[in-house]
């Protein structure tokens, strides 16, 4: 019906009127926008059920991915995209008067995610289903999602997202898969008939009921599921009511603090919040998660022995992490097994990502509330714990080391700890994060099981960071090479024959230029803020946060805008800098950061000489769909991490496959970007990162010494608290300074401030020969295939999970 369009019009008027009583003149956008999600999910529905269907009668092995996060976004125009049916619907549509554009605008954004972690498990999600792997989500539906940043006189507000408010088509509903999960109660220890028996009092119950959603692939891809799990109450009402007096005001209390294990997200990125209530999130999804996929499993009547050959369990960082003696209390006393047996199941099932190197990152629970609130699995950690540190005394690893290494210490479960110790495989994201793992932060463990130890790039799915985003560019490149490249990415590389091509240069400029004029269109609009589309679109979006140095970028604004100053007729490429950036609610300096990055703007966009050659914006509420409009329109990408700090990334991918160049440090996957690309392609600054980790280690360096001898330096620090153009906001700002002076600025802002804005002015240079930028920009594109998610998830299939492909056939 979605392939021809004729077809296409009469069923979407016919359900307009069926479902909504109305006709097409009748219609609002939101209206659209309903039908067309129920005609999608109509339409996948048998194909849904076949991958299902095939997955149970062929017993492939399947691979269940855990994550606290699926940073989503909109899913209307990927879904019609992996369908083949964007175009008819485009035209259709159009045809009855509506712009699709207007119609995806409709979708609440699914920001249940905080930055990298979850758009990862989200870009793996749809290579997973394009890639016909039997690979599903599990994760938590959270009423809601991450906060919508609103600023107000240059502050960052928050708001609740409340995304569901207007009901969400993609999900189902599955009451009758809702499985019971436990907390608090105590442990009551029984021998029968020679055996030990652990059994859990005095416990409170809440259901887990999960809603579906489908995950269409690409293509002939399949429909696997992304089962997200709603907290409901456990308990009857009315028996409780009956049970005495004050019950009711009781019921309504459980029930309140049952809905709130779903309410919200934690809106921290690369931070660890010790909350009880986080705490009883991350169990709620492993429990809830594993019981439902070992009903699954018991459907192929097989031991527990095969569950490995089966089922593979990934974590994406150790949120999931209780996973592991989860696995171990079900196995044990309600499947039978004994100790060795069911150990030896759950670390051939279970495998881990780590995503940080961040001290403050690391999860560590103390020991005291997870006893109390999870007493049995507290129980099955000690035990972990006792078995695996007297292994290792036993095999003659002396007592520091095994402090080191022990899960409990200190008062504390170390989740990383048990990760590594109950999985199969730790991989990093990319590869000299995984370096840095193996001979520093996790050294120990490394030596212990060198095996388990491997690297995994991140990826980014170029269904909808290309082809999506950005389908001027898609449609040049299958005019120019074939499509061959939408489903081997690596054929992008085809490209790279035509960067020396002036017509097919030209090509590339002129499409860049219409995604600036689409963006400037868009911040008009929002802002009033007229900006030049022939500047240099100079952009940094992703969370805010210390070691991601957007300080660095603004005060380099300030030092560029007190060189117009002082000499306002030197010839420039005009430049707009754009910033998008969430902070967490409770990370001051991050926000103080957001608040300055909007003083400078204000001073530099109203200052009529300033602002001929310099723009500053920042635009509110950086998420998915917003990433999709500002990335295709960027000539510069900013990935300037301090060195060893920032993981992978993946805004650096997207950008580099939308043409633009990069600015960075040597960090996370920029290095590998960089072996591609060369200096020539990429323009690299800073400090490496061993020269970071010698000076951590061994000292040498004071910022103070960077104030004293670098004038532009001195200029702009003295500027965030004295009288002149930024002024006044001396507490705010003079709480930077202190960071940048005083505490001896732990990020390197300072250090690496000179090189950066030397670089800078390469870039200026660069931009002005266009068609040697262009090329450049080809280049950047033709790499940007090795970096597709597809390619991620095929090593994660072959070499972690062991998986193949499982076509369906739909008859
Ligand atoms: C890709 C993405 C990120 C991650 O960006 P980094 O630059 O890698 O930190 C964060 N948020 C959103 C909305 C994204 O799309």
Redesign the pocket.
Known sequence: MFNNKELFKVSFQEQLISRLGKSMDEATAGDIYKILGSLIRENIGRDWAESNRISNIQKEKQVYYFSMEF?I?RLLGNNLLNLGMLNTVREGLAELGWDLDEVEAQEPDA?L????????AACFLDSLASLQYAGHGCGIRYKYGLFEQKIVDGHQVELPDDWLQRGNVWEERRADKKVEVSFWGRVEVEEQDGKTVFTTVNDEKVWAVPYDVPVIGYGDGRVNTLRLWSAESAVDPVKMVQDGQNSYYQFLEYSRSVESISEFLYPD?SGYEGKLLRLKQQYFLCSAGLQSLLRTFEKLELPYSELPEKVSVHINDTHPTLLIPELMRILMDHKGYGWEEAWDITTRTVSYTNHTLLSEALEKWPEGMVRELLPRVYMIIEEINKRFCGSLLEDGISQEVVSQVAILESGQVKMAHLAIVGSYSVNGVAGLHTELLKSDVMKPFYELYPERFNNKT?G?THRR?LMHANPELSSLISESIGTSWITSPHKLLGLETFKDDAVFQQKIMDIKRNNKLRLAEYVHQKQGIAVDPDSIFDV????L?GY?RQLMNILHVMHLYNEIKDNPNVERVPRTFIFGA?AAPGYYLAKSIIKLINVVADVVNKDPQASQQLKVLFLEN???S???KI?PAANVSE?ISTAGK?A???????FMMNGALTIGTLD?ANVEMFDMLGNDNMFLFGLRSEEVLDYYRYGGYLSRDMYSQHEEIRRVLDQLISEGPFCCHEREFGLIRQSLLDHNDEFFVLRDFMDYAAKQKVIEQAYINSQAWASKSIVNIAHSGHFSSDCTINRYASEIWDVAPVKVEIY
Request: proline share 0%.
């Open positions: 940073l976004g920001g995610g905080n930055g990298g972690l979850g758009r990862l990125d991140n980014i960071w940094q979006v992703k969370r946060h991601k969430k950086y998420s998915v917003l990433a999709e990335i990935q920032e992978s990334g993946t805004g650096n991918m997207k996370g």
